[in-house]
Nanobody, 128 residues
């Protein structure tokens, strides 16, 4: 199992930026794809972005493409989500998650059910 702890959430005005971090421990971070999801009040948890174990493959939800960037530093066991041009509809609790499959090369089409470990979430609020 891997333990995941998100940080970096907060309150920001529309058009602003935030960078989320997810610190991993307990399992070889570098061997597993990682993802970000978000959940707004009263809604289902939605996919945001994913990155392969090597960082060579990334995948984004259409709603964030061109505004958000997922990255990872395997030396620091940390996953990142750079969020630019934030909109009020980006308001949600953001979760990082670790893939259950070893060394998934391509993350295009990866789904919520593919992830087996989750962090506790960090709140992002975008004011208009």
């Amino acid at each position: 199992q891997v333990q995941l702890v998100e940080s970096g959430g907060g309150l920001v005005q529309a058009g602003g930026s935030l960078r989320l971090s997810c610190a991993a421990s307990g399992r070889t971070f570098s061997s597993f794809a990682m993802g970000w999801f978000r959940q707004a009040p009263g809604k289902e948890r939605d996919f945001v972005a994913a990155i392969s174990w090597s960082g060579g493959s990334t995948y984004y939800a259409d709603s964030v493409k061109g505004r958000f960037t997922i990255s990872r530093d395997n030396n620091k066991n940390t996953l990142y989500l750079q969020m630019n041009s934030l909109k009020p509809e980006d308001t949600a609790v953001y979760y990082c998650a670790a893939d259950s499959s070893f060394r998934r090369r391509v993350v295009t089409g990866i789904r919520l059910g593919d992830f087996g470990s989750w962090g506790q979430g960090t709140q992002v609020t975008v004011s208009s």
